[in-house]
């Protein structure tokens, strides 16, 4: 007579769920998502700057296979316009903030930036002068891009300021990649 296996109970992981603002945030999730290989949930663009409470909680309810699901989530928005910035503050989520955009936290993976009054242009400007990135455009990733993000992450987190109540310079998504590193263990 056959032996049967006794199988241990399966524990599921939690689900990451990040909104953000457009095509490029969700281009460099989706990059981290495949890295790492955790179950991460993008929704982008249909989102874009219409944040608020009653959406998250949509998307989350979606997400939820049974009461005991555990979805953790993130909000990853440009810090450029106030407005949205409070909005998401107000919000039931992990707000992850880039000023003035995400661009700011790819040039933090080659550069440290010192805590200075940047804006957009100036920040594609910079990122462009580097080798790997001077063919980036905005809403994707060429696969060296995506190598230089994913060696250089835990590098970026010591090359930003994290300080998301200053106008100036600063990129708190160091908070995601150590989420994602203490998931990963």
């Known amino acids: 007579m056959k032996k049967e296996k006794s199988r241990g109970s399966r524990r599921m992981k939690q689900v990451i769920l ?6 490029t945030e969700e281009c460099y999730v989706d ?12 929704i982008s663009k249909i989102v874009g700057q219409k944040i608020n409470q009653r959406l998250i909680d949509r998307h989350k309810k979606e997400l939820r296979i049974n009461a005991a699901d555990k979805i953790q989530c993130y909000l990853m928005y440009d810090a450029d316009v106030k407005k949205v910035v409070d909005t998401i503050k107000q919000c039931d989520a992990t707000s992850l903030l880039s000023n003035p955009c995400i661009e700011i936290w790819f040039l933090a993976h080659i550069e440290k930036i010192n805590s200075q009054i940047i804006d957009v242009n100036k920040c594609l400007q910079k ?59």
């Not at 990040?18 to 095509?23: D, F, I, N, T």
Request: net charge positive.
């Open 18 to 23: 990040v909104l953000c603002e457009g095509e």
């Open 31 to 42: 990059m981290l998502r495949q890295k790492y290989r955790l179950p991460i949930k993008v």
């Open 127 to 185: 990122l462009q002068m580097h080798s790997e990135w001077n063919t980036y455009i905005k809403g994707s990733l060429s696969l060296i891009q995506q190598e230089v993000l994913w060696k250089n992450r835990n590098v970026a987190k010591d090359n930003i300021v994290s300080n998301t109540e200053s106008g100036k310079a600063f990129s708190n998504l160091s908070v995601f990649i150590d989420e994602l590193n203490k998931q990963q263990d």
